[in-house]
């Protein structure tokens, strides 16, 4: 008997034994993993309560030592950050050695305050859909229809953010973490008393103009911002057993050197903070990583959650079966199991072995492997809709996803990179309006090369990468960023071709390279390759500049809003001052953009994605941005 195979004419209801069955092995292996993780913690806080789960003498409830020594009182010690526990680092072991003391509570994060200035963003484009669309868009006031209004090519804003990461250290292998944003990203002056953006405004205690009102509301989520005040992003737990470390809970993700897995923070392997993050990769996920005995290596299994679909709570289906919302199908979900290997040393024992003059490698690979059988097509569904039959589609997904990382250090020189491929199978896509299986081919990789001189005060070097491209212009052609990519292709083209090959490769959004082209026109490199020498010098201690020069190269200029070859060049300085918990500096970028970003008449030039309309057609403006940033760190 041939074995099921979804299509688009299968009913959703139709199941066979052997599709049921790896299902169940499939849930049964999540839930053994939940298991040893809820094992995990039960023996862990058991053995506390009778002593054994803590050193003799390193406990509250003191004791004798091995050494005879009397415990000593005094401030307690911070919980050390060790490799072990560091969150977003997937693969390191449980420690070695246990502290004398613990600190029950620890409460780290910072407060950060950022300014934006932005010129001609818009590269002298007209961000209208009809016309072809711009990079950015322009301000307001350029579209009003109100006679004589002013259009200035400039942006400004100010935004702010309190980053909360308290830990509850249960005992010295076992805690609980957590991130909380307040204000996340808030723009000042973004909603004051009064206003609701909800579709109604108040009449009653809103002032008539704007010159009467003196005091802002609280950011309430769905009236006057997409946030609320305070909101929880991340919680989950780690257990150091004797032979590793579990994790189970939504955390945080970043491997090698951020390009594609990003946990937009510290780098758990430079040991590196990025302050300038606005997303970072979480995931649901229960883990197990350990020490290979007697190789050096560290590995890790873990199996994610990347997508339930709908759940009870989210449709008109939550009618009190559960006393909490449940996964309405287990066929739609969409999972993930990832392994891990690395030679991975703490970012400081690494830092300590190269000033011994000592030559150090580390490496590793990151596998990841996807799957999704059926699929819900959200397009019209609106939260607390109702199940639509029609919608439950068959998808066939399957992906597999490398990832090779290296860095070699000795002396002054420090060489690093990273390689990724996505490679699988989407089987049906016939809800998508196109006929036949696509495949997935996408590569990137990025690789950096860093020279120390005058005592470590100059650095200076060159980073390349590439991410490969896709033959399609974006939903509207010339809205360049990410968040507009057509991730699918053509649909006539593809049914025509009984499917196609996908292509389109993205860094992380948290993967930064430059201030304006790839950080805020793009959001993230794709489509591209590109070479950036740069140079940093330390004036004093806490006293630094910055300068950097970015030129980037389209892979498939067919897919550019130009049909070009060369997106520009960009330079960008900085300096700042990092000490005594304070992070502060100021930013200055221009970027030149060349034919990849210009807007040239469809009569003259032959291909897709041309046909600008009246008065967006031309050649490219020149960007400026000034960006300042202050950041408080406990």
């Given at each position: 008997?041939?074995?099921?195979?979804p299509?688009?004419?299968?009913?959703?209801?139709?199941?066979?034994?052997?599709?049921?069955l790896?299902?169940?092995?499939?849930?049964l292996a999540?839930?053994?993993?939940?298991?040893?993780?809820?094992?995990g913690?039960?023996?862990d806080v058991?053995?506390?309560?009778?002593?054994?789960?803590?050193?003799?003498?390193?406990?509250?409830?003191?004791?004798?030592?091995?050494?005879?020594?009397?415990k000593?009182?005094g401030?307690?010690?911070?919980?050390?950050?060790?490799?072990?526990?560091l969150?977003?680092?997937?693969?390191?072991?449980?420690?070695k050695?246990?502290?004398?003391?613990f600190?029950?509570?620890?409460?780290?994060?910072?407060?950060?305050?950022?300014?934006?200035?932005?010129k001609?963003f818009?590269?002298?484009?007209?961000?209208?859909?009809?016309?072809?669309?711009?990079?950015?868009?322009?301000?307001?006031?350029?579209?009003?229809?109100?006679?004589n209004?002013?259009?200035?090519?400039?942006?400004?804003?100010t935004?702010?953010?309190?980053?909360?990461?308290?830990?509850f250290?249960?005992?010295?292998?076992?805690s609980?973490?957590?991130?909380?944003?307040?204000?996340?990203n808030?723009?000042?002056?973004?909603?004051?008393?009064?206003?609701?953006?909800?579709?109604?405004?108040?009449?009653?205690?809103?002032?008539?103009?704007g010159?009467?009102?003196?005091?802002?509301?609280?950011?309430?989520a769905?009236?006057?911002n997409?946030?609320?005040?305070?909101?929880?992003?991340?919680?989950?737990?780690?257990?150091?057993?004797p032979?590793?470390v579990i994790?189970a809970?939504?955390?945080?993700?970043?491997?090698?050197?951020?390009?594609?897995?990003?946990?937009?923070?510290?780098?758990p392997?430079?040991?590196?903070?990025?302050?300038?993050?606005d997303?970072?990769?979480?995931?649901?996920?229960v883990s197990?990583?350990?020490?290979?005995?007697?190789?050096?290596?560290?590995?890790?299994?873990a199996?994610?959650?990347?997508?339930?679909r709908?759940?009870?709570?989210?449709?008109?289906?939550?009618?009190?079966?559960?006393?909490?919302?449940?996964?309405?199908?287990?066929?739609?979900?969409m999972?993930?199991?990832?392994?891990?290997?690395?030679?991975?040393?703490?970012?400081?024992?690494?830092?300590?072995?190269?000033d011994?003059?000592e030559?150090?490698?580390?490496?590793?690979?990151?596998?990841e492997?996807?799957?999704?059988?059926?699929d819900y097509?959200?397009?019209?569904?609106?939260?607390?809709?109702a199940?639509?039959?029609a919608?439950?589609?068959?998808?066939?997904?399957?992906?597999?996803?490398?990832?090779?990382w290296?860095?070699?250090?000795?002396?002054a020189?420090?060489?690093?990179?990273?390689f990724?491929?996505?490679?699988?199978t989407?089987?049906?896509?016939?809800?998508?309006?196109?006929?036949?299986?696509?495949?997935?081919?996408?590569?990137g990789?990025?690789?950096?090369?860093?020279?120390?001189?005058?005592?470590?005060?100059?650095?200076?070097?060159?980073?390349?990468?590439f991410?490969?491209?896709?033959q399609?212009?974006?939903t509207?052609?010339?809205?360049?960023?990410?968040a507009?990519?057509?991730l699918?292709?053509?649909?006539?083209?593809?049914?025509a071709?009984?499917?196609?090959?996908?292509t389109?490769f993205?860094?992380?959004r948290?993967y930064?390279?430059?201030?304006?082209?790839?950080?805020?026109?793009?959001?993230?490199?794709?489509?591209?390759?590109?070479?950036?020498p740069?140079?940093?010098?330390?004036i004093?201690?806490?006293?630094?500049?910055?300068?950097?020069?970015?030129?980037?190269?389209?892979?498939?200029?067919?897919?550019?809003?130009?049909n070009?070859?060369?997106y520009?060049?960009?330079?960008?300085?900085?300096?700042?001052?990092?000490?005594?918990?304070?992070?502060?500096?100021?930013?200055?970028?221009?970027?030149f953009?060349?034919?990849?970003?210009?807007?040239?008449?469809?009569?003259?030039l032959?291909?897709p994605?041309?046909?600008?309309?009246?008065?967006?057609?031309g050649?490219?403006?020149?960007?400026?941005?000034?960006?300042?940033?202050?950041?408080?760190?406990?």
């Amino acid at each position: 008997m041939t074995p099921f195979q979804p299509d688009a004419y299968s009913p959703p209801q139709v199941r066979d034994a052997p599709k049921n069955l790896a299902i169940s092995m499939r849930y049964l292996a999540k839930t053994f993993l939940a298991s040893i993780v809820f094992l995990g913690v039960i023996g862990d806080v058991a053995s506390a309560q009778m002593g054994g789960g803590m050193p003799m003498g390193g406990g509250p409830q003191g004791g004798m030592t091995p050494s005879g020594e009397e415990k000593k009182e005094g401030v307690a010690e911070a919980a050390p950050k060790t490799p072990a526990l560091l969150p977003t680092a997937p693969d390191l072991p449980a420690p070695k050695g246990r502290r004398k003391r613990f600190q029950l509570f620890e409460l780290g994060g910072y407060y950060r305050m950022r300014t934006d200035w932005f010129k001609n963003f818009n590269l002298g484009f007209r961000d209208e859909d009809s016309l072809g669309g711009a990079p950015f868009p322009r301000a307001q006031s350029c579209n009003s229809t109100t006679l004589n209004h002013p259009c200035d090519d400039t942006l400004s804003s100010t935004n702010m953010r309190l980053r909360l990461e308290p830990v509850f250290n249960i005992d010295e292998d076992t805690s609980v973490h957590m991130q909380a944003d307040v204000y996340d990203n808030l723009v000042l002056g973004s909603t004051p008393y009064g206003e609701n953006l909800s579709g109604v405004y108040s009449t009653t205690n809103r002032p008539p103009i704007g010159a009467f009102g003196n005091t802002q509301a609280t950011s309430i989520a769905g009236v006057n911002n997409t946030s609320s005040a305070f909101t929880v992003k991340r919680a989950w737990a780690e257990v150091g057993v004797p032979l590793g470390v579990i994790k189970a809970g939504r955390m945080p993700n970043h491997w090698g050197m951020g390009m594609l897995y990003n946990g937009g923070g510290k780098d758990p392997i430079s040991g590196e903070y990025n302050y300038n993050a606005d997303y970072g990769d979480t995931v649901d996920r229960v883990s197990f990583s350990a020490e290979i005995p007697g190789t050096g290596l560290r590995a890790m299994i873990a199996s994610d959650w990347d997508i339930s679909r709908l759940i009870s709570s989210q449709t008109d289906a939550n009618t009190g079966h559960e006393g909490h919302a449940f996964n309405l199908d287990n066929n739609d979900d969409m999972n993930s199991w990832v392994g891990v290997i690395s030679k991975m040393d703490e970012p400081q024992k690494f830092k300590d072995a190269v000033d011994r003059g000592e030559t150090v490698v580390n490496y590793g690979a990151y596998f990841e492997y996807k799957t999704q059988q059926w699929d819900y097509d959200l397009t019209n569904f609106k939260f607390g809709g109702a199940f639509d039959p029609a919608a439950f589609v068959p998808r066939g997904l399957k992906t597999y996803s490398p990832d090779l990382w290296g860095k070699l250090a000795s002396g002054a020189h420090t060489l690093e990179g990273e390689f990724a491929g996505q490679f699988g199978t989407l089987a049906t896509l016939t809800d998508q309006g196109i006929t036949g299986s696509s495949t997935i081919r996408k590569f990137g990789g990025v690789g950096r090369y860093t020279f120390k001189g005058l005592e470590g005060k100059l650095r200076l070097g060159v980073e390349g990468g590439f991410a490969t491209g896709d033959q399609w212009d974006n939903t509207v052609a010339g809205k360049t960023n990410v968040a507009y990519a057509n991730l699918l292709g053509d649909p006539a083209v593809c049914t025509a071709n009984h499917g196609c090959t996908l292509t389109q490769f993205m860094f992380n959004r948290d993967y930064q390279v430059d201030l304006i082209l790839w950080h805020e026109l793009y959001g993230a490199v794709t489509n591209a390759a590109y070479a950036k020498p740069f140079l940093q010098y330390d004036i004093t201690k806490s006293i630094m500049l910055k300068f950097s020069n970015v030129t980037s190269f389209a892979l498939k200029p067919v897919s550019t809003p130009g049909n070009g070859t060369v997106y520009g060049t960009e330079f960008d300085g900085d300096i700042g001052y990092n000490g005594n918990h304070i992070f502060a500096g100021i930013s200055y970028g221009v970027l030149f953009a060349f034919s990849a970003l210009s807007h040239p008449d469809s009569t003259s030039l032959g291909g897709p994605g041309l046909g600008y309309g009246t008065g967006n057609i031309g050649d490219a403006g020149t960007a400026h941005t000034i960006q300042s940033r202050l950041v408080l760190t406990f």
